[in-house]
């Protein structure tokens, strides 16, 4: 009896701990988790190297006291000075994407407009009255979720820069940066990196398509 009414207590302790909401999460707010936050830093990071590695530039590096000695040379696209270069601001990058809350997986991280909001934005140039508690010049702007992920990816930066820096220097031609670190450094357990294998669809890849400005006239 003592052992069943333990149990039922233990459930009833478990289901209301499970019910309790922080109160960004009352305000439907959900921050990104490690996985999301390690597979845009991988991602964004990459496409910065590509980027920084199209330069066919041979630099100089390392001095000497009486400049007498020939200094060293090296590729740039080679060097630890693109690596630098690439990391530097790599997390503003983040804030170039939006929230786009009609998904559930990882791929709610995007960029491109939300379907929510290119429906908003659609009524607002209809002339129809909208009103979201927020200014309407703010609607574009990057929510918490998202800068909440700029500051984990700085931190990301931070606690892990040796392990990018090995992978840089002595992995990248066995294995992308997401696999080395996020899957062999930041996330431990295989159930941690489910959203590694969610990728956008056609349909949901930004198109590329500017939307009119509010105000902006059509030219003749």
């Known amino acids: 009896m003592l052992r069943h009414l333990f ?3 233990l459930m009833v302790l478990l289901r209301d701990s499970n019910c309790e909401q922080t109160p960004e ?3 439907g707010v ?6 999301e936050a390690c597979k845009i830093l991988a991602a964004e990071l990459e496409a910065r190297l590509g980027e920084t590695g199209k330069s066919h530039d041979v630099i100089e590096i390392g001095y000497s006291v009486d400049d007498v000695r020939p200094k060293k040379r090296t590729e740039y696209r080679r060097s630890e000075l693109r690596l630098l270069e690439s990391l530097e601001n790599v997390c503003e990058r983040v804030l170039e994407y939006n929230l786009h809350k009609e998904r559930t997986d ?3 991280f995007a960029k491109g407009m939300s379907q929510t ?3 908003l934005h659609g009524l607002v140039d ?3 009255k909208v009103d979201l ?3 309407y010049e703010l609607w574009d702007k990057p929510p918490v979720e998202v800068t909440q992920m700029k500051t984990q990816c700085e931190n990301m930066l931070e606690q892990y820069e040796d392990a990018i820096s090995d992978w840089y220097f002595k992995e990248q031609q066995q294995k992308s940066l997401q696999q ?3 899957e062999d450094h930041v996330l431990k357990h295989a159930e941690e990196r489910k959203c590694l294998k969610e990728q956008l669809t056609e349909e949901q890849k930004p198109k590329g398509k500017k939307r009119k400005a509010k105000g902006d006239k059509e030219e003749l």
């Open 7 to 9: 149990i039922v207590l």
């Open 25 to 27: 999460e009352e305000q």
């Open 30 to 35: 959900r921050y990104a988790n490690r996985c």
């Open 106 to 108: 990882s791929t709610r």
């Open 117 to 119: 909001f290119q429906t």
């Open 126 to 128: 209809k002339g129809v």
């Open 133 to 135: 508690g927020i200014p």
């Open 180 to 182: 080395h670190l996020c």
